[in-house]
């Protein structure tokens, strides 16, 4: 059973940076597929970033491309968030989600494709 434990978030204002970090349980980490998603209140949750197991291929949604960046370190078994430029429409829970499989084109954005999540860890950006 895969574990995975997210920290880092915290409240902070527009403009600032902040880093996640979601650690995961397990020896095959480094052969897995793993995305960032993120849930507003009142709204569904949504595709934030996804990286592959190499750390090569990374995509992002269009609200933060740019501004977000994922990047794994398979050595840690950790996968992380660096987020600059925080917006207030950026404030939600913010989850990391994992797969053995591979993904590819829009099999990435889709949260059901994922196999495993954490518990997610809230980000609140102040106007």
């Known amino acids: 059973q895969v574990q995975l434990v997210e920290s880092g978030g915290e409240l902070v204002q527009a403009g600032d940076s902040l880093r996640l970090s979601c650690a995961a349980s397990?020896?095959?980490?480094?052969?897995?597929?793993m995305g960032w998603f993120r849930q507003a209140p009142g709204k569904d949750r949504e595709f934030v970033a996804t990286?592959?197991?190499?750390?090569?291929?990374?995509y992002y949604a269009d609200s933060v491309k740019g501004r977000f960046t994922i990047s794994r370190d398979n050595a840690k078994n950790t996968v992380y968030l660096q987020m600059n430029s925080l917006k207030p429409e950026d404030t939600a829970v913010y989850y990391c989600?994992?797969?053995?499989?591979?993904?590819?084109?829009?099999?990435?954005?889709?949260?059901?494709?994922?196999?495993?999540w954490g518990q997610g860890t809230q980000v609140t950006v102040s106007s």
């Open positions: 989600a994992g797969t053995g499989g591979l993904l590819f084109g829009s099999s990435r954005l889709r949260e059901e494709k994922y196999d495993f």
């Open positions: 397990g020896r095959t980490f480094s052969s897995y597929t």
């Open positions: 990286i592959s197991w190499s750390g090569i291929n990374t």
